[in-house]
């Protein structure tokens, strides 16, 4: 079973920065698709950023386009996202996926979302409040 765990998360004044870390405990870890996703209490999980295999594609919704940037290193088998900029709506459980999936960054970009259901393996969440 793949496991994943996030780290890196706090509370940061608004127009701050955080870096998020997923760290991996899985074999061929670079055959993974992998992204981020937030969650506020009440409401659907929002896919954040995806990157493909090979960190050539990526997807950010639009919320978070220019501020966030989401790099993986195989090697390290550690998924990143660089958070800048932060505002008060960045507010949320963010949690890292991965699933064995061909093209997620590129179906994602044109989809325009990142679907939930489409990732098998989820980390536990770290927390990320941003306030005014």
């Known amino acids: 079973q793949v496991q994943l765990v996030e780290s890196g998360g706090g509370s940061v004044q608004a127009g701050g920065s955080l870096r998020l870390s997923c760290a991996a405990s899985?074999?061929?870890?670079?055959?993974?698709?992998l992204a981020w996703f937030r969650q506020v209490p009440g409401k659907e999980r929002e896919g954040v950023a995806v990157?493909?295999?090979?960190?050539?594609?990526?997807y950010y919704v639009d919320s978070v386009k220019g501020r966030f940037t989401i790099s993986r290193d195989n090697a390290k088998k550690t998924l990143y996202l660089q958070m800048n900029s932060l505002k008060p709506e960045d507010t949320a459980m963010y949690f890292c996926a991965a699933s064995v999936t061909m093209r997620c960054a590129v179906t994602a970009v044109t989809a325009g979302r990142a679907r939930e259901n489409e990732y098998t393996y989820w980390g536990q969440g770290t927390q990320v409040t941003v306030s005014s």
């Open positions: 899985a074999y061929a870890y670079g055959s993974f698709c």
């Open positions: 990157i493909s295999t090979g960190s050539a594609s990526t």
